[in-house]
């Protein structure tokens, strides 16, 4: 039993530094290209550097940082080219997870919809742009749940820390109350709704405004 409680614990920490230094990097913290120094977090979080250090590897492993010879581990640069891939598969996917969750969708999935809608509504009319940008990502999310595809769930897992980077330091200084709501609504009430047109005019508005702003990043 007591083996169990310290598994649980040093998993709840783990996650904790996880949580931690990615909120610092959308937060803007660490800039793409940082170098992530593994005893500075540690005491920074008052936590051990082999909890810090396993919080890192996971995150070298979901994409959000990088491992490199002569520098150690830093935060994924951002690329043009990165964000074209990266822009062109997060439409695919989830036009498609769009497509099922109209035909699929349920009450409750539905009602948890709406509540990530208005959670991340909320955030950022406190102003907190890391965590509105975990809460935007947390209702995309919900849709992919919603399309009941798992291999399209674990594509889209591939790319969500690298979507959270590009999402923060292209658009961070936007994330306004009316664009999430001009982003977002339609998309939550055409799903809600049943309206597979409404749904998908408002992923073509989401979509080129994400555009726009990550062509504004590089150029």
Do not use: C
């Not at 497509?99 to 919809?113: G, I, K, N, S």
Request: no cysteine.
């Amino acid at each position: 039993m007591r083996l169990g409680a310290t598994q649980i614990n040093r998993e709840s920490l783990q996650s904790q530094a996880k949580d931690a230094i990615t909120q610092a990097i959308l937060n803007k913290l660490f800039a793409p290209g940082d170098r992530v120094n593994e005893t500075r977090i540690a005491n920074s979080l008052t936590l051990s550097r082999s909890t810090v250090r396993a919080a890192i590897q996971e995150l070298v492993h979901e994409g959000l940082l990088i491992s490199t010879p002569r520098r150690g581990t830093i935060v994924m640069p951002s690329t043009s080219e990165g964000a074209d891939e990266l822009q062109s598969m997060r439409e695919a996917l989830e036009r498609l997870a769009v497509q099922r969750a109209v035909r699929h969708r349920t009450a409750e999935e539905v009602e948890v919809l709406w509540e990530r809608y208005h959670t991340a509504y909320d955030a950022i009319r406190n102003g907190d742009v890391g965590l509105s940008y975990k809460l935007d990502l947390a209702l995309h999310q919900q849709v992919v749940n919603m399309a009941r595809h798992s291999l399209l769930a674990a594509h889209y897992q591939l790319i969500e820390h690298k979507m959270l980077l590009y999402m923060a330091h292209a658009g961070g200084a936007f994330l306004t109350e009316e664009a999430f709501k001009r982003q977002h609504l339609n998309i939550v009430e055409g799903i809600a709704n049943g309206d597979l047109q409404q749904a998908v005019d408002g992923l073509d508005i989401h979509f080129r405004e994400a555009s726009e702003l990550l062509i504004g990043l590089f150029t």
